[in-house]
């Protein structure tokens, strides 16, 4: 039988690579997307219909999660709080949607199950990342247990964070050196049609290139 992953794809660079690390560990990849009223939410979709199609991965799941934008408390889903652009953030910025990560792993448990996969890949970085507690490799681990707590006994679910201890220019060697569409990827926080290049996001996709010596294939302003 075929061993199955739910990949949790935002159309970024890093979600992308940990879904191509995971056809590369032989899985069968099950695309899963959220679409939560986020400011580029229409250009991450595009992104990941783009990513899917390019890494040729058959089954996906669009989900609308609506209820992010009225609990707000994010310049992602809160048009009234600006995202920031004079440089990378200390602490949890204000970028950080509410426990968007737990939501998103409770969603893709009731995918893994239904489909009967074995493991589900998130591509959270920790060590060079926008300091979001939710990408912490202690929580998954406890995300992990808990999930495994919650579902019927015989699914044994794993949450694999290939990524998680990597720095961006890490990253960006490793999908350039699996082949991953970067070019279809998005990761900025503000604009859907050229990439601003000075939020969080671009400022931390930009130094990866910078540092792993290798121009990005986006667009920017």
């Known amino acids: 039988m075929t061993k199955k992953a739910v990949c949790v794809i935002s159309g970024g660079m890093d ?15 099950i695309g ?5 009223l986020q400011r580029t939410e229409q250009k991450e979709l595009q992104a990941f219909r783009n990513v899917i199609d390019a890494l040729g991965i058959k089954t996906k799941y669009e989900i609308d999660l609506p209820f992010f934008a009225d609990i707000g408390a994010s310049a992602l889903t809160d048009t ?3 995202v920031p652009i004079s440089g990378l953030s200390d602490g949890v910025p204000v970028t950080y949607v509410p426990f968007r990560n737990g939501i998103f792993l ?5 995918i893994a199950e239904k489909e009967g996969a074995e493991a589900i890949y998130i591509g959270v970085v920790e060590e060079d990342s926008s300091g979001y507690p939710d990408c912490r490799d202690e929580y998954i681990k406890q995300m992990q247990n808990a999930i495994n707590l919650g579902t019927k006994d015989e699914t044994k679910i794993e949450i694999v964070t290939p990524l998680v201890h990597m ?4 990253i960006v060697l490793r999908a350039i050196e699996l082949d991953v569409p970067l070019q279809f990827t998005w990761s900025c926080y503000k604009n859907s049609d050229k990439a601003c290049g ?3 996001s671009c400022r931390l996709r930009l130094r990866g290139f910078e540092r792993a010596g290798v ?7």
């Open 15 to 29: 979600s992308t690579l940990s879904a191509k690390i995971a056809q590369n560990d032989g899985y069968e990849v």
């Open 32 to 36: 899963v997307h959220y679409n939560y």
């Open 80 to 82: 009234s709080i600006e």
């Open 106 to 110: 409770s969603i893709a448990t009731s």
């Open 167 to 170: 720095s961006k220019k890490d």
């Open 198 to 200: 000075v939020c969080d």
């Open 215 to 221: 121009k990005d294939p986006i667009e920017y302003v």
